[in-house]
C-alpha cells in the first residue's frame, strides 16, 4: 500500500450501522470503501452514476479486506484512497479506514476492479486510464 493516499475522505459511524454486539457490521465497511472510491472519482469530475449510464460498466473483480480493530457508533473516521493501474484493464485502489481521531487504522482493503463493455469484455475507459496514469504519474514526482 502507498504510504500517502491520493484522497481521504471523512465520515461518521451512524447508529443503523452497527450490529448488535454495537459496533459496525462488517458489509457497512464495504459501503464506506466504495462511497470514498466514488468521492475520489468526483474530484476528477467523473460521476459514478453518470460514468454507468455511458456505457462504463465498473466492477469489483477482487476484495481483500482486513479488519483490524471495530468502528463503534458516533465514531469519527478517515477512508483514504490510493489508485493504481494494474495491467491493462484492471484498477486498484488501496484503501484504509483510520480513526479521524487517533489515525490508528481499523481496516485495511484492497480493491480490485474493472470495466466491461456492453458484451460484458473488460476494457479500461479512456476517461478512467487518463485518471489513473495522472495520479501514477504525480506519484512519481
Not at 454495537?22 to 459514478?48: S, W
Not at 487504522?105 to 476494457?123: C, H, L
Request: charged share 25%; aromatic share 8%.
Amino acid at each position: 500500500m502507498s504510504s500517502s493516499p491520493v484522497f481521504e475522505c471523512p465520515m461518521a459511524v451512524r447508529d443503523y450501522e452497527c450490529d448488535m454486539q454495537g459496533i459496525v457490521n462488517n458489509a457497512v465497511y464495504q459501503h464506506y470503501l466504495e462511497h470514498a472510491r466514488h468521492e475520489f472519482l468526483k474530484t476528477a469530475d467523473l460521476d459514478f452514476a453518470q460514468l454507468t449510464a455511458e456505457g462504463v460498466i465498473v466492477v469489483v473483480a477482487r476484495a481483500e479486506i482486513d479488519y483490524l480493530r471495530p468502528l463503534r457508533s458516533g465514531d469519527q473516521f478517515i477512508v483514504t484512497v490510493s489508485p493504481s493501474l494494474s495491467g491493462r484493464v484492471r484498477m486498484v485502489f488501496d484503501q484504509q479506514i483510520r480513526r479521524s481521531d487517533s489515525q490508528e487504522v481499523m481496516v485495511k482493503a484492497r480493491i480490485i476492479t474493472t470495466a466491461v463493455n456492453a458484451r460484458g469484455r473488460p476494457w479500461m475507459p479512456p476517461q478512467l486510464h487518463r485518471l489513473l496514469e495522472a495520479v501514477t504519474d504525480g506519484a512519481k514526482k
